[in-house]
Structures are given as structure tokens and as C-alpha cells.
């Protein structure tokens, strides 16, 4: 059976199907992705992937002749497509290239576009269970951990052309492409880096690219690297997989680094770990919200809002590089 998966446009979320793909290889198909540039090479990091197709589409807009220029190619070419993101615009090529099995969750009136529907849970279940049960599995979704594998000699040539070395550096991923709410401060994390016994490595992407430098300069030249921007999503990738450790915020490298089975620190403020946690068995998460000696109580946490609605950010800001670091030592 040849299936075609739409992919979601977040990386992060890219990370977590990973368990479907596999749940799907498992029992016989074969699996084509769908995907937007930014966010293709995830699944070339799963080798149950057989080819992946880079979609012309930006954000925005239903780009109706786009989308029917490249049904006409994979007309015939599909037995079943697996719809991923909740948009109407998601579900209509598949449509358009008569697949005749599509399968997704309802969702923005598109119930004629669909043939396997499946409603949506009404309390927000963790990420990783609400793609895998998209294969029809009822057994197991909440057990699965995704996983991403990368060549070691990829691993090497990137290291090489970064001039660094395995496990001599630990990776700080600062952004959060979602908003300054779930952003733990750069002052914070530059502070950490002055405290560590190896240079941290900057990594995110080119709007980011401020950011990592603010905390760059902030902590002294020696104690980081800044690659924000600097490397391809592949290389990111690498650097994580090699590395010491990684602290990061909720964000789409966060997830990654579980994928690759690294120790972490992951560091929630307005969003949920009981939503999109780090499914590493290596992870440590802070969250303050769920700390009984952290008072006052954060009960506005989550509030899942892009930036703080009481302008403080008590979640993140009173979280402390001491704290971290400790963390990092264990």
C-alpha cells in the first residue's frame, strides 16, 4: 500500500508523527511524506520514510492552483493518504489526487474532503497519542516515543565543518518560534553559560539569530558559539545528536533532542508539559507550576498565550540559571 502523509508545518509537531510513520511501516506501507521546506528534513531523519516531497505552498491562502498544478502529478500515484493538520487547506490535495482512503480528523468543515474521519479528543491529549491514532490503533498510543536517526558520518562531517567535537559542548536552543511567553531570558541563559565547563553552542533559526547573539555577547565570547541561522536543519540536527546536553525552551528543538535520546533540560512557562513533553526517558523538565515550594502559586499557568497576558512572566523569569545548571550536573 503506497500512503502519502501531510505533514504539519511546525517542527516540533513534524517530530512527534514520527510513532505514526513507524506504527505505519510496521504493518506494510509504504510512505511518502508531504511537507513544507522548513520543516522536509525531519522526516529525512526517519528511515521508515521512502521519499519525501517538498510542497510549493506558503503561509496563507488556499494557493488553489498550486495545489492543483501538484495534485495532476500525484494523481494515481496513492492508495491512502494520512492528513495530519486540522486545515481545510491540508485536506484538499489529497482530494484533489483522488486518494481514494483519507484519513484525518474533523476539523474546519472538511468532512466531504475526508473518508476516515476522526473526532477531536475534547481535552488536549498529549501530541504524540493524537497523531498515532490516526493509523487506528487503540493499543498503546500513550507509550510512544518518537525516535530520529541520522548517518554517523553526517554526524561527523557537520562536527568537522563547525570545528567541534563530541560531547565537549552542551547546546542552548533559546527560541520559541510561538512567542516571548515561552522564552526563558537571555540573561539567563548567558549567565548559565559562563557557569558551564564547556562552551555552549547557540543554535535556532535566522530570526533567532539576534537573540542567540544578545546571550552570546552577554556571556563572555569564549563561552559560546553562536550558529543561529548558521547551520541547515540537518546540521542542527547533528550538533544536537552529538552533543553533552541540551537546554531549551517548549520549541520544535526541544524535540528533538528527545527524539535523539539526549540529556535535557526542558524549561515550560505558558505552555503545558502534559501536552508536549519531551518523551526522553534523559529529559528533566521545570515547570514552576508544578513546584509545591514555588510561591506564590502560578495559577495562571498555562495560559498557552503567545506573550503574557500580566506582563510579568513570572513562569519563566523566576526560574534560575543556579537551578539549571544543577540540573545539567546531575
Known amino acids: 500500500m503506497n500512503s502519502l502523509i501531510i505533514a504539519p508545518q511546525w517542527i516540533g509537531d513534524a517530530v512527534m508523527t514520527e510513532p ?5 511501516q510496521a504493518r506494510g506501507e509504504r510512505l511518502t511524506v508531504g511537507a513544507l ?8 531523519a526517519m528511515p521508515q520514510v521512502q521519499e519525501v516531497i517538498e510542497f510549493p505552498f506558503r503561509h496563507g491562502g488556499l494557493q488553489w492552483r498550486a495545489r492543483r498544478s501538484l495534485a495532476k502529478q500525484l494523481n494515481g500515484r496513492f492508495d ?19 486518494i481514494p482512503k483519507r484519513v484525518g480528523y474533523l476539523g474546519e ?9 476522526l473526532k477531536n479528543p475534547k481535552d488536549k491529549p498529549p501530541m504524540v497519542a493524537f497523531y498515532s491514532a490516526l493509523s487506528g490503533d487503540t493499543q498503546g498510543l500513550e507509550q510512544d516515543r518518537p525516535q530520529l536517526q541520522l548517518d554517523p558520518a553526517q554526524v561527523d562531517e557537520a562536527l568537522a565543518r563547525h570545528g567541534l567535537r563530541p560531547q565537549r559542548y552542551v547546546v542552548f536552543a533559546p527560541g520559541a518560534e510561538y512567542g516571548p511567553a515561552k522564552r526563558w531570558p537571555a540573561i539567563h541563559f548567558a549567565e548559565l553559560a559562563r557557569s558551564l565547563d564547556r562552551p555552549a553552542v547557540l543554535l535556532g533559526s535566522g530570526k533567532e539569530a539576534p537573540l542567540c547573539e544578545e546571550i552570546a555577547q552577554a556571556a563572555g565570547g569564549q563561552h559560546c558559539l553562536n550558529l543561529a541561522g548558521r547551520t541547515s536543519l540537518l546540521d542542527a540536527f547533528a550538533l544536537i545528536a552529538a552533543a553533552k546536553a541540551v537546554v531549551s525552551n517548549d520549541s520544535g528543538l526541544m524535540h528533538v533532542a528527545a527524539a535523539f535520546g539526549v540529556p ?3 524549561l515550560f512557562g505558558s505552555s503545558s508539559p502534559l501536552h508536549t513533553p519531551p518523551l526522553n526517558d534523559r529529559a528533566q523538565v521545570v515547570w514552576l507550576k508544578q513546584d509545591p515550594a514555588y510561591q506564590p502559586p502560578l495559577d495562571c499557568a498555562p495560559c498557552f498565550e503567545r506573550e503574557c497576558p500580566l506582563g510579568h512572566t513570572r513562569c519563566l523569569v523566576d526560574v534560575t540559571p543556579e537551578r539549571v545548571g544543577r540540573l545539567l550536573g546531575d
Do not use: C, D
Request: aromatic share 10%; net charge positive; glycine share 4%.
Open 109 to 117: 468543515s472538511r468532512v466531504g474532503l475526508l473518508t476516515h474521519r
Open 37 to 44: 521546506p522548513w520543516v522536509a528534513p525531519v522526516y529525512r
Open 80 to 98: 491512502v493518504a494520512y492528513v495530519l493538520p486540522n486545515s481545510i487547506k491540508s485536506a484538499l490535495l489529497p482530494f484533489l489526487s483522488g
Open 20 to 24: 505514526l510513520l513507524r506504527r505505519l
Open 264 to 266: 535535557q533540560v526542558a
